[in-house]
C-alpha cells in the first residue's frame, strides 16, 4: 500500500521538533512508556495534527491511532539505540495486516492456537498494514514509520523469549520493502512465525519425551 503522506508528514514533524527527554535507560519496557508519550504528547499539542492523533483510553495493539478522514493508521512506536534487534511481534498486529478481522474482532488478546487459525483462514488482502514509527535515540532525526509488510530486517527467533525481532539499526538505512502481498504473508507468518512456532516445539518435544520417560 505504500506509506500514507500524512504518517510522512508525521515524521517530516518530528524530525524538526528536537525531541528531548527520551529515556536513556537500557530496560526497554520501562523506557517505551516515558517515550511513547513525549512523543503522542508533541504530536498532539501540534496545529496540523492534535485532531488526529488518539492515544486509546485502555491497553491496544497499538500505541496511538492516526486518523485521516476515513481512513486510520495502527501506529507501534519504538525508541531504540539499535545495539540489538527490538523485539515487535504481535499476534493481533499481523492479524491486522493479514486478515480481513476488524479491530472490534481482534479484541484485546489472542491465544496461539486461535491466532494460527484465524492468519490462515481469514487471510486476505486488504491494502492496508500496521505501521512502526521508530526513533533513533542516538539521533533523535533519524526516523523510520514502516508498515510491517514493508520492513526489510526481520529476525527470527533473534530473543527465545520473543517470535520475530527487527534490527532497526539496518532498516534505518533501507528503503520500504515492495513485495506482493502472498509472497511477504510466505515471508513472514510461514516462514517467519510458523517456523518460529516449529522450532520451539521441536525442543518442547524433547522435553515432552523426557518427561514421559521419567513418569512412565
Known amino acids: 500500500m505504500g ?16 525531541l528531548t527527554g527520551l529515556t536513556e535507560t537500557e530496560d526497554g519496557r520501562i523506557g517505551s512508556v516515558f517515550d511513547e508519550k513525549a512523543i503522542i504528547d508533541f504530536l498532539q499539542n501540534t496545529t496540523k495534527f492534535s485532531n488526529k492523533i488518539v492515544k486509546p483510553d ?13 481512513n486510520s493508521y495502527p501506529i507501534n512506536i519504538k525508541t531504540t539505540t539499535g545495539k540489538i534487534p527490538d523485539n515487535a511481534f504481535n499476534k493481533l498486529s499481523f492479524l491486522y495486516a493479514f486478515t480481513d478481522l476488524s479491530e472490534n474482532e481482534l479484541g484485546n488478546s489472542v491465544r496461539d492456537k486461535k491466532f494460527i487459525s484465524l492468519i490462515t483462514t481469514r487471510k486476505k488482502d486488504l491494502d492496508r498494514d500496521y505501521f512502526y514509527l521508530c526513533i533513533d535515540k542516538n539521533d533523535n532525526t533519524n526516523i523510520t514509520i514502516r508498515g510491517l509488510k514493508e520492513i526489510n530486517c526481520w529476525c527470527p527467533n533473534a530473543n527465545p523469549s520473543n517470535i520475530l525481532q527487527i ?30 512456532y516449529a522450532d520451539r516445539a521441536e525442543v518442547w518435544s524433547a522435553a515432552i ?5 521419567e513418569n512412565y
Open 209 to 213: 519425551d523426557i518427561y514421559n520417560s
Open 3 to 18: 506509506t500514507p503522506s500524512i504518517l510522512i508528514d508525521i515524521v517530516c514533524e518530528l524530525k524538526t521538533a528536537s
Open 58 to 70: 485502555k491497553r491496544k495493539f497499538y500505541d496511538m491511532l492516526v486518523i485521516d478522514g476515513a
Open 167 to 196: 534490527d532497526w539499526k539496518k532498516e534505518h538505512n533501507l528503503p520500504d520493502l515492495t513485495l506482493p502481498f502472498d509472497v511477504v504473508y510466505t515471508k513472514l507468518v510461514i516462514n517467519g512465525v510458523f517456523k518460529c
